[in-house]
Structure formats: C-alpha cells, structure tokens
C-alpha cells in the first residue's frame, strides 16, 4: 500500500498522502475515545484488555485490510461478551469503523454480507446468549426509558398508555435490534462505498488528465519537429535541385559558374546544419536532458539572444520604453527572418515581396512569447509552402510579378500574416513525391489555440493564406 | 507555465468558476451559500457534494450557536435566538428542497427521492403519537419499536441520500439546451488530442 508510505514526506504532503483509509483511522480513534468517555474507565482486566484490543484493531487493520476486517469484526463479537457490557460502546464503534472500512475496500456483495452476519450474530447473541449489543440495549433502554415517562405523566395526572414494565417479547427485540442493526451497519457500509466512488473517480481525472499531459507533449513535439526539419528540409531538396540542374547546363539559373555552385552549397551546408542542430535539440528533449520549454523559441532565436525580454509573459507590468523595445524587437526579429528567407528564396529563383508593417501600435503593445513563436513559426510554415508550391518566375525579371508577396501588419492588437503567391502545375514542381503534410493544420491549431483564426485557399492558380493572431 | 499548454481547451476548464446550472466540486461555503440563495427556487440541474454539504453545515452550525446563545443569555427560559432561526428555517424549506433535487440530479438519482426522509419524519412521528394514544402496552410497545426504526432509517436516509459523488449521467437531469455539458472535460480533451494523434501518425510525412 503506497498510500500509507510517508516516509519522507512532510507536513501538507503527508496530510494529503494519507487517503482515506488513513482518515477513517484518525476518526475510528477518536470514535473509539468518546465511547470509552461515555461509558466509563474500564473497571476489570478483561474490559481493559478488550478495550485495548479494539483501539488496535481500528489502528492495524488499515495495513491488512482485507484478511483482518473479519477478524476484527469476529473481535468486536466476542467484546460484547465481556460481562456487565462495559465494552459494548467501544465495540460498536469499532464495528462501525470497520464497516465504512469494508464498504471502501470490499465490493457490494461481501460488503453486505458481512454486514448482514454481524447483524444477526451481534443481535442473536444479544437477546437470546447474554451478550451485550447497542442495538438491543439501546432498544430496551428507550423502551423503558418511555415506560418510565408514561409513568410519571400517569402520576401527574396525564394520559400514559405505557404501563409500567411491559414485557417486550424476545422475537419483537430481535427483530427490531436486527433491523436497527443492519440500518447502521448498511449507512456505513453506503458511507465506504461513497468515499471508494469518489476515490476511484479522482484517480480516473488523474489519469486522463496525466494521458492528457502525455498527449500534449507528444503534439508538442510533433510541433517542434516538423516546425525544425520541415522548411529546411525542403529549401536543401530545391536548392541541390537547382545546383543539379545548374550542373547540367540545361537549367534556367542565371549563374552556373563555380562561385554560384559554391555559393548554392555554402547555403546547402548551413542549412542542413541548421536543420541538424534543430534535431539534435528534439533528440535532447526527448532523452529528458532539456526540458519542452527550451524549445520553444521561436525559429529566428537561433542568433545570440535578443536579451531577457524573450518572456513577454513572465513580467506583464513593465516601463513604457521597455514595452517598445519589445515589439520592435518583435517586429525587427521578423523583419531580420525574412530577409534570410527573402535571400534564400531569391538564389532558389523565387523572387517575391515580404514586408512588415506596424499600424496604430502606439503605445506598442508585447507580444508574448506563445504569439512571437505563433508567428514565426506561421511565416517559416509559409516559407516551406512557397518553396514547395509556388510557380518560378526566375527567367522573368526582379520587376515583373513576384513569385509571392508575404505582408505580415502588427497592430495595437493583432498580427495580420497574408500571403499571396501562384501555384505551380503539378509537373514542375521540383520537390517531387512529398506528399501534402499537416505542418499548415498544426499551424492553424496554434493560431486557434489563441483565438486567432487561419484561413487558406487555392484558387485560380493562386494559393492564399491569411492569419489573425490577437496579441492578448 | 502556461504557454507549454498548446492543446485548445474551454476557456472555462479549470480555472474559472463552473456556469451556475453546473455542479461547481470543491466549491468553498461563501460560494456555497451564495449559490444556494441564487438558485433558491431551480429545481433542475446539479449540485455538487460540496454545495449541498457546505450548506448544511452551515443550517446546523447556525441552529448550534443559537441554541447556545440562547442557553447563556436566558439560561432555558426563553428561546429568542433559536426561534429566530426556526423562522428563517421555515422561509428556507423550498430552496432548501430545491438544492436537495439539484443534489440528487447529482448522483442521477430522480428528484422524487427527497421525499423518502420527508415521509420517513412524518410516518415516525405518526407512529410515535399513535403509540403513545393508545390503550394496549402490547401495541404501544410495538409501536414505540417501530416508530425506532423509522427514526433510525430516517436519519440515515438524511444523511445517505446525499452523500454519494458525483455521476456524470446526472447530465440528464440538466435544463434542455445544454447539450455541451462536461461529460469530462479531460475525456473530451483527451479524444480530441488522441484523435489529433491518430491523424498525425496517418499522414506523417515531412
């Protein structure tokens, strides 16, 4: 029973650890006292004895629940033996103890069963053996406890209809000492049975909430994973695409000569570092050396940190000066992330047009940490998307139409991403066999998860993404 | 601590107070009370084991002090406090009822069930004037054991009745129109996540 090892723990952790097995001690303890006081201080070795025997039975069963209970109950039979019933109270208490203690442990049939061997054994023995039982003797006293009212009133001039020492039959006291009997022992029982069905259902919101928490993590990685590799992974397939070509002769990139090649493969290489790095910092997450938290960063925090305002969160009141040195460490963040993208997509031969833009941010509000990364990792999302589906324009010049147009508006409240660029056919699409992913559903799950609202749509040709991420 | 928490969730899940026609567990006496006094006369819905208990302390922790009050500023002459609370007592009986219903909808029980104490009260009662009206010792000594037991059955009942947890088909009992009830929070949540898995897994790739 792990529940009842406390070694080791302290003050509101033990209390909280002991459970309710634990609680139904304390209380058959300080049940078994009052009895003792209402009753009296045990007046022979035997009641002493018993007494004691019983205070043990409520403290030690707890360990051994399931082979004492009965024994314990066997136990509090034979105290009501002891002559004079001066352990009948303590006795009781204990069997009412034990009671709530069998309806938590045991299921409903044994639970009933005991109690109803009890009852007809504590009460048998009671009127017809000699024992003592509350049961009986509780009966008899308010029966003759009435007789006595009755008299007195009859005296006072009254109408009593009790007259004085009515014999009550043996089978009417049986019966009615059963029925009181199996009356406590049952709202016991019923009392065990209640505690066990709300342990039981705080143990199931505990696992479901802990396969929640598993679940989570595990999306949360899912999230990171592809957030690392997945646009990386598609701008080297490109570019090695694009340097083949290139080495061929028969491609359209402006530039075969070495420095270009070299140039293509200087970016092959830091990108796939980028990438391995990325991987190697999952890897780290998923061994348990770094914690989840570590990485979410957004994608452009790889440079040296920007300083401590990266948790926007952890300090909600800050000076005004501070707030905007925030955004525009926000904005300057992102703007510093799409040029790499733009440059990286330019030697790919897409030529498009980014821009940030911040309207009526004034005071400028700050970004949390969950909405840079939200953003970010949106705009590195649709970088991956452009790569992977936009139509080339390469041959055109820089001033014809853009390959895409990316314009990310940071307002007082919101960050509006859109994005515009023309879908390539099928055919020419150079990252061949990648099949359609889910990285712009988990995208859109992130954005949703701030109350912000993703919508995208090819048509005509042209494929459109557009986002709203409120900033509180 | 907060932003590791991705998964869309009720705004309402944990942290805020649950809507009035929902069980609120773990709910504090001041919420109690004041939920009992605005939901005096709703007769559908649920309460928790905390509502119901925190109020009922609260009625006999109040009868307790008045009958002390009483004790030790008229020392058994006169009853002013614990008439005073007999009244309010009275002014109390439907909103009482009312979160006894709500409590039973709790355990999915049917609201019929907060007669059962009522007409155990009534019956002992009976049994007990009977008893002591009539001529016969016989009967009066049967009656007197019977009247007992009822006694005995009502007050476990008074007490059993309401004891028992929360069961989520209790949701039945709720007003129309609110199909979204929390059947689980967590169980929703957990599909969702795992049917989000299963997606992830299917189509994979990248």
């Known amino acids: ?472 | 601590m907060n932003d590791d928490i991705r998964v869309q969730r009720p705004a309402t899940a944990a942290t805020e107070e649950p809507a009035l026609d929902r069980p609120y567990p773990g709910i504090g006496p001041l919420q109690a009370v004041r939920r009992f006094i605005r939901k005096a006369f709703v007769f559908s819905g649920r309460a928790s084991r905390a509502e119901y208990w925190w109020v009922t302390l609260i009625g006999l922790a109040c009868v307790a002090c008045a009958a002390l009050l009483d004790y030790m500023v008229f020392h058994d002459d006169d009853s002013v406090f614990s008439s005073i609370v007999s009244f309010v007592g009275y002014l109390a009986i439907v909103p009482v009822l009312a979160l006894s219903v709500r409590r039973l909808h709790d355990e999915n029980l049917d609201g019929g069930w907060v007669l059962v104490p009522i007409v155990l009260q009534i019956a002992y009662f009976g049994v007990f004037s009977a008893a002591m009206a009539t001529g016969d010792s016989h009967d009066a000594t049967i009656g007197v054991l019977i009247g007992l037991l009822l006694m005995a059955l009502f007050v476990v009942l008074s007490f059993g009745l309401y004891m028992f947890p929360s069961n989520p088909k209790g949701a039945r009992f709720d007003k129309p129109g609110d199909e979204t009830a929390e059947i689980g929070d967590n169980a929703a949540v957990t599909a969702d996540v795992a049917a989000d898995m299963a997606g992830m897994t299917a189509d994979s790739q990248v």
Request: proline residues 4%; hydrophobic residues 50%.
């Open chain 1, 1 to 472: 029973m792990s529940r009842f090892d406390l070694r080791g723990l302290r003050g509101a952790d033990r209390l909280r650890r002991i459970g309710f097995v634990g609680w139904l001690r304390v209380f058959g303890v300080m049940l078994w006292v009052v009895s003792l006081l209402a009753t009296r201080v045990p007046d022979s070795t035997a009641a002493l004895f018993a007494d004691l025997a019983l205070l043990a039975a409520i403290v030690v069963v707890p360990r051994l629940p399931r082979t004492l209970v009965p024994v314990a109950l066997a136990g509090c039979l034979a105290a009501d033996f002891i002559p004079g019933g001066a352990t009948v109270l303590t006795a009781a208490a204990t069997a009412f103890t034990l009671f709530i203690a069998v309806g938590y442990l045991y299921d409903i049939a044994a639970g009933v069963g005991l109690g109803c061997l009890y009852a007809v054994a504590e009460v048998t023995c009671a009127v017809w053996i000699g024992s003592s039982s509350v049961a009986v003797n509780g009966l008899r006293g308010v029966i003759a406890g009435m007789t006595d009212a009755a008299r007195r009133s009859m005296e006072h001039g009254g109408i009593g209809a009790l007259s004085v020492g009515a014999p009550v039959p043996a089978w009417m006291l049986w019966l009615s000492g059963l029925l009181l009997s199996l009356i406590c022992n049952g709202f016991a029982i019923a009392f065990g049975r209640a505690a066990r069905s709300g342990t039981d259902a705080r143990d199931r919101a505990a696992r479901a909430q802990h396969m929640v928490d598993r679940l989570t993590r595990e999306q949360q990685l899912a999230h990171v994973i592809h957030d690392s590799v997945a646009n990386d992974m598609s701008v080297i397939a490109m570019l090695a695409w694009r340097a083949k070509a290139g080495l061929d002769g028969n491609g359209t990139m402006s530039s075969t000569d070495g420095a270009g090649l070299g140039e293509t493969l200087d970016l092959i290489y830091a990108r796939s570092h980028h990438a391995l790095d990325r991987v190697h910092e999952v890897i780290d997450v998923l061994d348990g050396r770094l914690p989840l938290a570590a990485l979410e960063h957004g994608p452009a925090d790889d440079g040296p940190d920007t300083g401590g305002d990266s948790d926007g969160t952890a300090k909600p009141i800050r000076p005004a000066t501070s707030v905007s040195t925030a955004t525009s460490d926000f904005t300057s963040q992102l703007e510093r992330y799409m040029e790499d993208q733009d440059r990286a997509m330019a030697m790919l031969g897409l030529h498009g047009v980014s821009r940030v833009t911040t309207v009526d941010a004034d005071p400028e509000p700050s970004p949390t940490q969950t909405v840079r990364c939200a953003v970010l990792g949106l705009v590195e999302e649709i970088y991956a998307n452009i790569v992977r589906h936009a139509a080339w324009n390469d041959d055109a010049a820089t001033d014809a139409d853009p390959a895409y147009s990316l314009f990310v508006t940071v307002t007082a409240t919101n960050v509006h991403v859109a994005e515009v660029n023309a879908v390539a056919d099928a055919a020419s699409a150079a990252v061949l066999g990648t099949r359609h992913g889910n990285g712009l559903r988990m995208q859109r799950e992130v954005v949703a998860s701030l109350g912000g609202a993703l919508n995208a749509a090819a048509q005509d040709g042209t494929w459109t993404i557009a986002a709203d991420i409120p900033l509180a």
